[in-house]
């Protein structure tokens, strides 16, 4: 039997998104919002773009790259890149968590393109990106957040393609270096590593993706929300920190705060170092427990340092259908969650059973240290 853990984490916020708000962070941080003032005022545009330009400063966006603010959260922003710009060439999907399936499932089953290579990873792996025709589109998530299970290399997108990548990198942006001569379109939410608010999402386009808007005009009708552009007719304003619709201008605030604590703590490179440490001291922990807990990436390189993401695997519990499988995790989770050791750590119902605890780089890894010993009491707790 395992003691009950003396120590809790100070933030028991785990969940994968909305994810923990920064170290210090506290309401005082939105004094200066500016609450029921027009979007459209010199004051707010300014505000609106800020958020723009500080973008690009901390994330290293190349100048000649387009970034707009969008409605939506992440999916506002990638439905937006999907509507406006596939179908003009021969597709390829790369898919390995709920979300990228989702992409998939709009891509056949919305727009009903003919033309596509869909592939699936599956038992922890990512799937194969051998011959991958640089003159194809391509949709892919940087990071699966359902799954636990990161990209971890880009070789193979050819500098010299002529189709496009389009990348949702919400659980990866602000945790993980993107390499932005690789991506053409690429798309995340202020709610998962910034620890912002949601309801707004980010799109950033290259000069070829931007090519592409102004000469493509896709097949089916694109709503207003979503419309990047009329005819051929870019919507310029959107990249200049303008809107299609009204935003929440205290969620840009919010935003603007995150930003000051990212500037406070070193920038990109310090975020990326946080998030890794907090991988680092999960795989510290889990080394020796191999019995009964393991990572659901089956390679190492692949772990998620955002969404780290564990499967319960002592034989007894391998040997149960899935729906015990998933009963067991939510009883684990419950109990820390009753004890507000931790919320929210189930993974997500349509992956395999799983529980799931966000390490993006607005989570301490002293929390990551105290909360690993209750997991293990839970799991003991439910197996006597
Ligand atoms: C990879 C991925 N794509 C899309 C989404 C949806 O993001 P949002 O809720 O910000 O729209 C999520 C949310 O968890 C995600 O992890």
């Given amino acids: 039997m395992i003691n009950k853990p003396a120590l809790k984490p100070i933030n028991r916020c785990f969940s994968s998104g909305p994810c923990q708000k920064h170290p210090g962070w506290s309401f ?6 500016l609450l029921g003032r027009s979007h459209r005022s010199e004051v707010a545009r300014d505000r609106l773009l800020r958020v723009v330009e500080e973008s690009r400063e901390l994330l290293v966006i190349p100048q000649d790259y387009h970034i707009g603010i969008t409605p939506g959260s992440d999916t506002g922003a990638f439905e937006m890149a999907l509507w406006s710009l596939v179908g003009a060439k021969p597709l390829v999907v790369l898919a390995w968590d709920v979300f990228g399936k989702d992409w998939v499932h709009d891509i056949l089953n919305h727009m009903h393109l003919k033309d596509v290579d869909c592939r699936l990873g599956v038992g922890g792996h990512l799937p194969s990106f051998d011959g991958i025709d640089p003159s ?16 971890d290399r880009h070789d193979w997108i050819a500098d010299d393609r002529t189709g496009l990548t389009l990348c949702d990198a919400t ?17 995340y939410s202020w709610q998962k590593c910034l620890g912002s608010e949601a309801a707004h999402g980010m799109i950033v386009l290259s000069p070829r993706a931007m090519e592409r808007l102004k000469t493509y005009t896709p097949a089916w009708p694109i709503p207003k929300l979503f419309r990047l552009a009329d005819h051929g007719v870019v919507r310029e304003a959107v990249f200049v920190g303008e ?17 000051r604590w990212v500037h406070s703590i070193g920038g990109l490179p310090a975020l990326v170092k946080r998030s890794r ?11 020796g427990r191999e019995s009964w807990i393991r990572f659901s990436a089956a ?3 692949q772990r998620s340092h955002t969404s780290m993401s564990l499967r319960l695997c002592a034989p007894e519990v391998l040997a149960l259908s899935r729906a015990a499988q998933w009963d067991l995790v939510s009883r684990v989770t419950k109990r820390l969650d009753v004890e507000h050791v931790a919320y929210d750590i189930k993974g997500h119902s349509g992956d395999e059973p799983n529980i799931r605890i966000w390490g993006g780089a607005t989570v301490e890894s002293s929390d990551i240290e105290r909360l690993m010993p209750w997991i293990e009491w839970a799991y003991t707790m439910e197996m006597v």
């Fill in 171 to 187: 659980s990866a942006a602000f945790a993980m270096d993107m390499p932005w001569d690789k991506l053409d379109v690429t798309t």
């Fill in 277 to 287: 440490t907090n991988l680092a001291v999960l795989e510290k922990w889990m080394e």
């Fill in 299 to 301: 390679v190492p390189s």
């Fill in 136 to 151: 194809h589109d391509v949709v892919f998530t940087w990071n699966g957040s359902s799954s636990g299970i990161m990209m």
């Fill in 243 to 259: 809107t299609i619709n009204t935003p929440s201008m205290m969620c840009v605030e919010d935003v603007l705060d995150a930003f």
């Fill in 28 to 33: 005082e941080g939105l004094q200066e919002a």
